[in-house]
């Protein structure tokens, strides 16, 4: 079974589970709901065929398709790459593992910035020439 949130609390609203050389939370396989049926939060149902259901009404058109998913992931701009680089080897095992793992949230995807970030070390672009509005100096 997952390893339980170790949580630690900022305040009376916030909470964090604490991941740290030692110890990382974790959670139970991901299990795909059989086809024809849903799974909101906890709870799961099937889906009804009749459009006098009482509550929400969600209509779903499965011959239209907008648009195919790759994968789930996250921003990691360098500010938090090299927060993670200061972190003893066993921490940063367990902060990759708990994004990457099949045990943890299981990101496949990462978004790197080019050029610039909201969150820089130090500020940089792929451009830094002043007042190179037409980008000569790319």
Known sequence: GARPCSPKYFGRDA????CN???CDTLDPVVLPAPGTYRLECSEGSFQRSLRA???LL???VSTL???TKGFGGFLPDAAALNILGL???AQDNVLCSYFSESRIEYNLIW???ACSDFPVSPYSYD??????DLKYL
């Open 21 to 23: 050389a030692t110890y």
């Open 15 to 18: 909470m964090v589970c604490v």
């Open 128 to 133: 830094d020439v002043p007042h190179d509005y």
């Open 88 to 90: 003893s080897q066993p």
């Open 112 to 114: 790197l910035p080019v």
């Open 54 to 56: 009482p509550g929400l």
């Open 66 to 68: 907008y648009q195919n």
């Open 59 to 61: 209509m779903l058109n």
